[in-house]
């Protein structure tokens, strides 16, 4: 054809055609089986059925804006547009950029096994689910845009194996409701060996692996927010896999939620900020550092393992608790801060939690329940174990205000324990909850409600409110109890359940109140 050419149907078959003058050719239904058509830097406009089967296109544009467009083997070296409902992708090859939109309202499953060696943007607007590489792996070679203004979910490396993204990758998914799945189904796996960049604005978010999918992102790679931002639904790492030791750092906003894990796995330092996050099963490496800002009560299953120096922070109206239903095992020292009217939770319910290195605790909030809890849920099994020669203490921030309650824990070793809290503090001692070294406990108020102490055991409350222990509690070796409140403020144990004193006991009273028991 030349010149500027209308047709109602056009096929290309086993012949080689090229465009010699015009600006193009406007075509309705288009179909190319084999053969190759040369655009001659001219453009091809279907607006019909467009189906690309075989054959080669070079040069040029192909754009089809018709209601079914499918790519199944045609080589392109032309750039490719296309918008359609019925947009299936089946195994092309686009050697140069390629615009892809999913439109309207049918589900559309693609089997895949195509490769993009240019740039490429696929997006969906549709109402209905876009799924690519169902049997096949896609193969992404260049720069790659996914983005998804819809009300459905754009899939991509949906149940294939060996899908690859060697160039960087940025996630765009603001329509209301709509989602982005990378590697969801149980076989998928997906690996990306660029950067990976996410901005979401839907209630329902980004996903990597959610039903089972792997997903493994390449050494020296990082996952950054974009400019858009990330401010609500989730962003989910569940099978993910960080090769190398390269650091990763995020800022979600809003009321986004970060969940990391099940199964998930960081080798780099990671630096972790978010208004909910949910820890369900991860491990990491290097060190970590999460921070919960949002006013959303956040209760992780737990089930991770924290090898490098790790930070836990809430400073929200909210709580932020781990171990819930699976222990975590810290294998470096963990520090924990509240400053929220909320609190910092660890070895929740679950049993088995393991501190290996020292705890460090922080809290300047005196709301009623802020604070930082230990074995808070129900129960009376050991939720978690203090390693010997390790220690609990009190951190640069201080412990100035709200709770620290040590219940359901076990301190192993011979190694003292002594920190004091300040302000308005208040530190509640068991149930179920046993140290085994000498402790040395300071704080303005003390709730003695079930521990057992096998070395000495010396306790000052120094605050101006009245503190009534349940007791319960055992004392194996010498005890002293001192209350130096000047307010008139008793401290007092053996209220409910009686105390055993199985050696010496020194009773101090310096202040304007009284020191009880019994």
Known sequence: PAAYATYNNLIVNGSSTTLTAGVGIGVTNFSIVSGTLDLNNFTLTTTGTTTYTSGTINNGTATSTGATTTFAGTAFGAIVNATSDNLTLNGSVFNNAVTLTKNGTTVVTSNGGNTFNSTATIASSSSANFILANTSPDIFNGTTVFTNTGTAILHIAYNSTANLFNGDVTFNNTGTGSAIRSSFGSTATATYSGNIVVNNTSTAGIYFGASGGTTTLDTTKTITKGATGFTTGTLLFSNFTQS??????????GTALLQIGPSAIFNGNVNFISPQVLLNGCTYNGTASFTKNGNTYNLSN???????????????NAFFATGCTAADIFNADLTITNTGTGFM?????????????????NSTNGAASAGVYFGNGAGTAVTATLAAGKTISVGGTGFTAGRLLLRRLIQSGSTAQSFTLTGTSMLYLGPYSTFNANVNFISPQIYLNGCTYNGTASFTKNGNSNNLSIGGNTFNGATSLTNSSNDGSYFATGFTTADIFNADLTLTNTGTGFMAVA
């Open 244 to 253: 190398g030791s390269t650091a990763q750092a995020l800022t979600l906003t």
């Open 302 to 316: 737990g089930g991770n393992t924290f090898n490098g120096a790790t930070a836990l922070a809430n400073s929200s």
């Open 345 to 361: 939770a660890v070895a929740d319910v679950a049993a088995g939690t393991m501190f290996n290195g020292n705890i460090i605790v």
